[in-house]
């Protein structure tokens, strides 16, 4: 936790986690990078503490919060894991599939 805040008990330290996982989940337009600047800062964690409990190191995590890098999907995955998800692919259903666009694919 990071020491500029006061200490929070369990209760509100897991309350937060659930803040910041319902956050990049109800936020799927966000960045990779934008969504680990939101995790670490609602779950009030310093880069040093995200590296820690993450397994991922300092100077990566640096990069991928300043966009020097998208990070590798491993990385995404350490990151995303402390909160129970993992990077995925979905469909994008803005737009009705044409049957002609099906048979197209094979």
């Known amino acids: 936790m990071d020491k500029r805040f006061t200490p929070l008990s369990l209760a509100e330290q897991l309350e937060l986690r659930k803040q910041a996982l319902d956050d990049v989940l109800a936020h799927p337009e966000w960045s990779l990078a934008q969504s680990v600047r939101h995790l670490k800062k609602t779950m009030r964690l310093t880069?040093?503490?995200?590296?820690r409990l993450s397994g991922v190191a300092y100077r990566?995590?640096?990069?991928?919060?300043?966009?020097?890098?998208?990070?590798?999907?491993?990385?995404?995955n350490r990151i995303l894991g402390m909160l129970g998800l993992k990077l995925g692919v979905a469909r994008v259903t803005s737009e009705p599939e044409t049957p002609s666009a099906r048979e197209d694919l094979g």
Request: net charge negative; proline share 0%; hydrophobic share 30%.
């Open 47 to 51: 880069t040093a503490e995200m590296a």
């Open 60 to 76: 990566t995590i640096q990069d991928i919060e300043q966009e020097r890098s998208d990070g590798s999907v491993q990385t995404m």
